[in-house]
C-alpha cells in the first residue's frame, strides 16, 4: 500500500499546494511535526484544565459548538471560561490553516463544532460499532449528510510526550471495493420511516445508507482489522494533523489529550470532484445515491 502520510513543515505551508490539496482529497492524512511552534499551543494558565475529570462523564468530548455555546466541561464560570477560550483559539487556528491549505474551499466551509478530549483512549469502553479503535470511515447514523464532506484538523496536546497513535487503512474506493458486495439494499420506506420517527435528523439517502454499512462492515469483520492494508504512526505532542474522515480510514489506537475542529465541505466544491465519497460510490453503483 503507498503511503497514507504526507509530512508538511509549518513554514513551507503557502496557498494552495497542488500536490498536497491532491493527496487530501485522495484521502491521505496531512501531516504538520511543528504545528505547535507556528500555530497553537496551550498557554500557561490552560495547563490547569489537562485532567480527565474537568470532562462531565454524561459525554464523550468537550465541545464548542459552531455558535460558540461550550458542552461537558466540569467546574466553575472561570474554569469554563479558560476552556471556550482555548478551544476558540484552537479553531481559529485551525481555520487559518484550512485558509492556507485548500484556500478555494474557505468561503464554502460550513463551520462545525471544535472539541477537546481529555480522556485516555485505551481504557475507554464502548460497543463494537462505537470503538474507535477499529478502522473506519465516519458516518453518524442519526445526522444523513447527503455527500457532504468531514474535513477535520487536530492536534496533540499531550504535556507527557505520549504521542496519539493512529492506524491509517487502505483508500476509500478499495474499501468500497472490498465491502459493497455485502452491504444490504437501501429501502426507501425505511428511511421516511426513520426520519418520521425522529430517529433521524433528516431523510437518510442512499448514500448515508451505504457509507453506514461500509462504517459497521469494516468494525464488524476482526479479520479486516488485523488483515487490512495500513500503517501505524504516532503523531506526537505539539503536531497537527489533517484529513477527510468520511474517506480517510482510520483508527486511534492509543493517547490522551487531543484537539479536533470539523469543517463540512460541499463535494461540489473539491478541487477534483471525483474524488469524493459521494463520486466513488456513485460510480461504483451506477445510478444517483442521493
Not at 500500500?1 to 492524512?29: F, R, S, Y
Not at 448514500?207 to 504516532?234: C, R, V
Request: some cysteine.
Amino acid at each position: 500500500m503507498e503511503n497514507q502520510i504526507v509530512e508538511i513543515d509549518m513554514q513551507e505551508v503557502g496557498h494552495g499546494n497542488p500536490a498536497w490539496i491532491a493527496a487530501l482529497e485522495a484521502g491521505k492524512v496531512l501531516y504538520f511535526p511543528n504545528f505547535g511552534e507556528h500555530g497553537f499551543a496551550p498557554q500557561k494558565e490552560e495547563l490547569a484544565l489537562f485532567r480527565e475529570d474537568v470532562r462531565d462523564p454524561k459525554v464523550r468530548n468537550i465541545s464548542l459548538d459552531q455558535g460558540g455555546k461550550l458542552k461537558g466541561v466540569i467546574g466553575d464560570d472561570a474554569t469554563q471560561a479558560l476552556m471556550a477560550g482555548m478551544v476558540k483559539r484552537f479553531r481559529d487556528e485551525a481555520e487559518g490553516l484550512l485558509g492556507k491549505l485548500v484556500p478555494r474551499y474557505t468561503e464554502h466551509l460550513r463551520r462545525g463544532a471544535a472539541s477537546f478530549r481529555p480522556s485516555k483512549v485505551e481504557t475507554r469502553v464502548q460497543s463494537w460499532r462505537a470503538d474507535d479503535r477499529r478502522l473506519h470511515v465516519d458516518a453518524f447514523p442519526s445526522r444523513p449528510n447527503r455527500g457532504e464532506r468531514l474535513l477535520r484538523v487536530f492536534t496533540n496536546v499531550n504535556l507527557d510526550g505520549v504521542p496519539r497513535v493512529w492506524r491509517v487503512g487502505e483508500p476509500f474506493e478499495d474499501v468500497a471495493r472490498r465491502f459493497l458486495p455485502r452491504v444490504k439494499p437501501y429501502v426507501a420506506w425505511q428511511a421516511k420511516a426513520l426520519n418520521a420517527l425522529h430517529v433521524t435528523k433528516s431523510l437518510r439517502s442512499e448514500y448515508d445508507h451505504l457509507m453506514l454499512q461500509l462504517h459497521d462492515a469494516m468494525k464488524s469483520d476482526l479479520d479486516y482489522q488485523k488483515n487490512a492494508p495500513q500503517e501505524t504512526f504516532g503523531f506526537p505532542p505539539g503536531c497537527a494533523w489533517v484529513c477527510f474522515s468520511d474517506q480517510t480510514s482510520h483508527s486511534v489506537m492509543s493517547g490522551q489529550y487531543m484537539m479536533e475542529y470539523t469543517a463540512q465541505l460541499s463535494p461540489m466544491r473539491q478541487y477534483d470532484k471525483e474524488s469524493s465519497p459521494l463520486a466513488i460510490l456513485t460510480r461504483l453503483q451506477g445510478h444517483a445515491l442521493v
